[in-house]
């Protein structure tokens, strides 16, 4: 069983940048692919960035180039390094820590319970 804890939401003015972190622990947790998904108000649940446990990365479009997902399998802890942000990225972001490295949500069997990023405009 992973136990996930996320940090580092907050409020932010667009242009701004912002450090998500999230720290597993409990199982083989530096073996898992872990990503990062969020959910805007009266949205459904995104794919964000993902990370494979030998740092392979893939990121959604709408992030490429201003997001940047990093991990330390010593600390167990991931980040998402957020700059440029934009009105648009407000949302509850959520940490996943899964077997699988891909985007989809139904393959990540762990989360945590989000961390709050709104940005004004």
């Known amino acids: 069983q992973v136990q996930l804890v996320e940090s580092g939401g907050g409020l932010v003015q667009a242009g701004g940048s912002l450090r998500l972190s999230c720290a597993a622990s409990g199982g083989t947790s530096s073996r898992y692919a872990m990503g990062w998904f969020r959910q805007a108000p009266g949205k459904e649940r995104e794919f964000v960035a993902t990370?494979?446990?030998?740092?392979?990365?893939n990121y959604a479009d709408s992030v490429k180039g201003r997001f940047t997902i990093s991990r330390d399998n010593a600390k167990n802890t991931v980040y998402l390094q957020m700059n440029s942000l934009k009105p648009e990225d407000t949302a509850v972001y959520y940490c996943?820590?899964?077997?699988?490295?891909?985007?989809?949500?139904?393959?990540?069997?762990?989360w945590g319970q989000g961390t709050q990023v709104t940005v004004s405009s």
């Open positions: 996943a820590a899964g077997l699988k490295f891909n985007t989809a949500q139904a393959s990540y069997d762990y």
């Open positions: 990370i494979s446990w030998i740092h392979s990365t």
